[in-house]
């Protein structure tokens, strides 16, 4: 990597790595209290020794996600921060998250109209089915299961398959190249041929809706987009790459850790169950308590303040979620679990011209798969202890592989 800058160049103390692996699954790691004691803005270094810019205040993460013109999302740039070897193939992958407006914009706006709250809206009561069959399933197993292939990988994983219209049959495949995409401890060369795979599987899929057009979301980008030229059949293939591994590994993690949280603070769970209504601004404090996606990388494009610092054009910046959401400034006493608490104002979507664009499909699923999971299973709990579950790897989608329950 070509670097005209390194920030902190005149400090020779070594500075905290980032990321650092979690000891709880629902916990930032312990490392990064540290990060919060030097202030908002501090230095770390990435596996390959790069040091950059750690964003942990609320305040200040708030802004560089604001600022798409100060701070680049561009991942072809020399520039841009790879927190782990596996995002130097994702650079490779151009599609909107990766992009800077206008690009950017002109991507994004193809996309908006079917992820409307009103869309989803329209997709709840799928959902419910789907999240019942499931749990009828489990049922006729138990009564134990394991919650993360039983229950909270296929909920997402129909739901967008349906959604963009891709055969389910195929989950097993594109699960497995989307692992290798997201988990933290992936090398360059495994990441690579993920993305490879599953480049070739999207490529063959569109090339036949080609032929033989169905009614999904790629279908539709395919007449109103790729056919007048607006896009191409490669960039509908990064868009799609993109909306499949995403709109289904993080929201089953969140589902899976969600359930998770709720067992381990047993009084919020009771406070839920006691109070339905609580059950949207349960999922937002889940959704700052968990931070599944911990880490956005962006670099300066031109000189610049933030956090009492100088930072300079080519700075590598990276805000971690984990750690803005549990600003006490922001979210008082940050570190307690409060299912009352209504923190709309977290981060863990992102902010501004990035926000995710799937955020309500998945309060959606979150809200059905937990609260459906626990009314129809009173009873259900752990069947290992917590700290035997075990935690994904640092630099990826955070959660856990496995979550044996009873019930």
């Known amino acids: 990597m070509t670097e005209t800058t390194a920030p902190g160049a005149g400090d020779t103390r070594a500075v905290p790595a980032y990321p650092q692996a979690r000891g709880c699954p629902f916990q930032p790691p312990a490392g990064y209290d540290r990060y919060r004691e030097e202030g908002p803005v501090s230095l770390v270094e990435?596996?390959?020794?790069?040091?950059?810019?750690?964003?942990?205040?609320?305040?200040?993460?708030?802004?560089?996600?604001?600022?798409?013109?100060?701070?680049?999302?561009?991942?072809?740039?020399?520039?841009?921060?790879?927190?782990?070897?596996?995002?130097e193939s994702a650079r490779k992958v151009r599609n909107f998250i990766g992009m800077d407006p206008p690009e950017h914009t002109v991507q994004r706006r193809m996309l908006l109209s079917q992820f409307t709250v009103r869309k989803v809206q329209a997709l709840r009561p799928g959902i419910q089915r789907l999240v019942d069959e499931l749990i009828d399933?489990?049922?006729?197993?138990?009564?134990?299961?394991?919650?993360?292939?039983?229950?909270?990988?296929?909920?997402?994983?129909?739901?967008?398959?349906?959604?963009l219209g891709v055969p389910y049959q195929d989950h097993a495949f594109f699960e497995q190249q989307s692992r290798r995409v997201v988990t933290g401890n992936t090398t360059l060369e495994d990441s690579a041929d993920a993305f490879g795979q599953l480049s070739s599987y999207l490529d063959g899929l569109i090339g036949r809706k080609q032929r033989e057009p169905g009614d999904g979301l790629l279908d539709t980008l395919l007449a109103e987009q790729v056919s007048t030229g607006a896009l191409s059949r490669r960039d509908l293939v990064d868009i799609a790459l993109l909306l499949l591994v995403?709109?289904?590994?993080?929201?089953?993690?969140?589902?899976?850790?969600g359930v998770l949280t709720l067992l381990e603070n047993?009084?919020?769970?009771?406070?839920?169950?006691?109070?339905?209504?609580?059950?949207?601004?349960?999922?937002?404090?889940?959704?700052r308590y968990m931070a599944i996606a911990d880490g956005v990388a962006r670099f300066a494009t031109t000189d610049t303040e933030l956090g009492g610092h100088r930072i300079r054009a080519g700075d590598g910046v990276i805000i971690v979620i984990s750690a803005a959401n549990r600003d006490d400034d922001a979210f008082p006493v940050a570190d307690a679990f409060d299912v009352a608490r209504g923190a709309r104002h977290h981060i863990s979507f992102g902010h501004g011209v990035h926000q995710c664009i799937g955020q309500n499909l998945a309060r959606a699923e979150m809200e059905i798969a937990l609260s459906t999971l626990f009314r129809r299973l009173p009873g259900l709990r752990l069947a290992v202890p917590a700290g035997e579950l075990p935690v994904k790897e640092a630099g990826g989608v955070q959660g856990i592989w496995r979550l044996p329950v009873t019930w």
């Open 266 to 287: 047993p009084d919020q769970l009771a406070a839920l169950r006691s109070d339905g209504t609580l059950l949207p601004s349960a999922v937002e404090e889940l959704l």
């Open 246 to 257: 995403a709109g289904h590994e993080t929201t089953a993690s969140a589902i899976a850790l």
């Open 46 to 87: 990435l596996y390959d020794g790069r040091r950059v810019w750690a964003v942990s205040g609320h305040t200040e993460a708030r802004e560089v996600l604001l600022d798409a013109a100060t701070f680049s999302s561009d991942r072809v740039h020399p520039h841009y921060p790879a927190t782990a070897p596996r995002f």
């Open 137 to 163: 399933a489990m049922e006729a197993k138990g009564p134990t299961a394991d919650l993360v292939p039983d229950f909270a990988l296929p909920v997402p994983s129909v739901v967008i398959c349906e959604l």
